[in-house]
């Protein structure tokens, strides 16, 4: 069964860097997604993209966050200057219509020191 | 806005025993809901989906979830838990428009007892 990946499996980074997280969506999807989960939270939605552009943002998705789709096939986060709080496990997710279900990656786990 | 309440952090049953989740939702309209599990260090897998029609669900691993409008509920059910269930449960509604974001409850931990 086709499934959504997402590259590192755990990233290290020192607060006030650039980070880029990865994620191959599945190949026939168009909708693509992006959330985080705060150890011990619920999982909260960033993001959603179609057609090469953002649909919806949440509040927590603020100017140092971006998402691109480089080529056909990788849809990336972007956390221009991370923050302590922005340690999290983000997951990236992909449907085939805005009315059909959300397929989750395994998710990236973000360490901020 | 759109909200979901699971009141049950956590939930232990036997294996063999029956087993419901609760789920509430707030959504202005007819809404999507789903039913995701998440075991340690893994991501979200779709047990089952209401998207519309009839209100019995059925899902993958013998998970099943009944709509109820009436209630704003939509609680997982599995008549016979299995040790390989014990996992984190989420449930959560969709928006029928727009960028089709989820939103998700605090999740529920069920732990199985051999």
């Known amino acids: 069964e086709p499934e959504v990946t997402q590259t590192p499996s755990h990233q290290v980074t020192q607060m006030g860097q650039e980070v880029i997280l990865r994620c191959v969506p599945i190949?026939?999807?168009?909708?693509f997604y992006w959330y985080r989960q705060i150890l011990g939270q619920k999982v909260e939605f960033l993001v959603s993209?179609?057609?090469?552009?953002?649909?919806?943002k949440s509040e927590i998705f603020d100017d140092q966050f971006s998402v691109e789709r480089p080529d056909g096939s990788n849809f990336t986060l972007k956390i221009r200057s991370t923050k302590l709080e922005d340690s999290a496990m983000y997951f990236c997710?992909?449907?085939?219509?805005?009315?059909?279900?959300?397929?989750f990656g395994d998710g990236t786990r973000l360490s901020i020191l | 806005a759109q909200s979901v309440t699971q009141p049950d952090i956590h939930i232990t049953v036997s294996e063999g025993a029956s087993l419901e989740l609760r789920c509430n939702y707030s959504?202005?309209?007819?809404?999507?809901l789903f039913w995701y599990v998440q075991s340690p260090g893994q991501g979200l897998q779709l047990l089952l989906k209401?998207?519309?029609?009839?209100?019995l669900v059925q899902g993958i691993k013998g998970f099943e979830a009944e709509f109820k409008r009436s209630q704003s509920s939509f609680n997982l059910r599995k008549p016979s838990v299995h040790w390989s269930d014990a996992a984190e449960y989420f449930c959560?509604?969709?928006?029928?428009?727009?960028?089709?974001?989820?939103?998700f409850g605090t999740g529920t931990q069920l732990k199985v007892e051999l």
């Open positions: 997710a992909s449907s085939a219509a805005n009315n059909q279900p959300q397929h």
């Open positions: 190949s026939n999807h168009l909708y």
């Open positions: 993209f179609y057609n090469n552009e953002i649909s919806e």
């Open positions: 959504y202005g309209a007819t809404p999507y």
């Open positions: 209401y998207f519309s029609g009839d209100t």
């Open positions: 959560a509604v969709g928006a029928t428009g727009g960028g089709n974001k989820l939103t």
